[in-house]
Nanobody, 121 residues
Framework: QVQLVESGGGLVQPGGSLRLSCAAS????????ASWYRQAPGKERELVAA???????NYAASVKGRFTILRDGAKNTMYLQMNSLKPEDTAVYYC???????????????WGQGTQVTVSS
């Protein structure tokens, strides 16, 4: 059973930094893509950052230059380094990953449970 568990959320002042982690556990053969999404109250879930198997990355315009998606393949862990945080970054952050559990299985998309990030003075 594959699970994604996020951690690292919390309350931070504007201009501060946080580093979110997303640890994948269980039977994992490979992770082809990893993404971070967020959902603010009353808004739809939006893509924040994505990293593909090639190593290329993609960021939402609102976070480009401030957020960085990272990945430690040996630990099956993804990170979202968030700098220069703004009140509008307040949301529940979710990680998502495309995972194959064996060499011959199809890739399946998994989600974490989310972690709250609040940016406020």
């Amino acid at each position: 059973q594959v699970q994604l568990v996020e951690s690292g959320g919390g309350l931070v002042q504007p201009g501060g930094s946080l580093r979110l982690s997303c640890a994948a556990s269980g039977s994992i053969f490979s992770i082809s893509a990893a993404s971070w999404y967020r959902q603010a109250p009353g808004k739809e879930r939006e893509l924040v950052a994505a990293m593909f198997s090639s190593g290329s990355t993609n960021y939402a315009a609102s976070v480009k230059g401030r957020f960085t998606i990272l990945r430690d393949g040996a630990k099956n862990t993804m990170y979202l380094q968030m700098n220069s945080l703004k009140p509008e970054d307040t949301a529940v952050y979710y990680c998502s990953a495309d995972i194959r559990v064996t060499a011959w299985s199809q890739t399946r998309n998994y989600w974490g449970q989310g972690t709250q990030v609040t940016v406020s003075s």
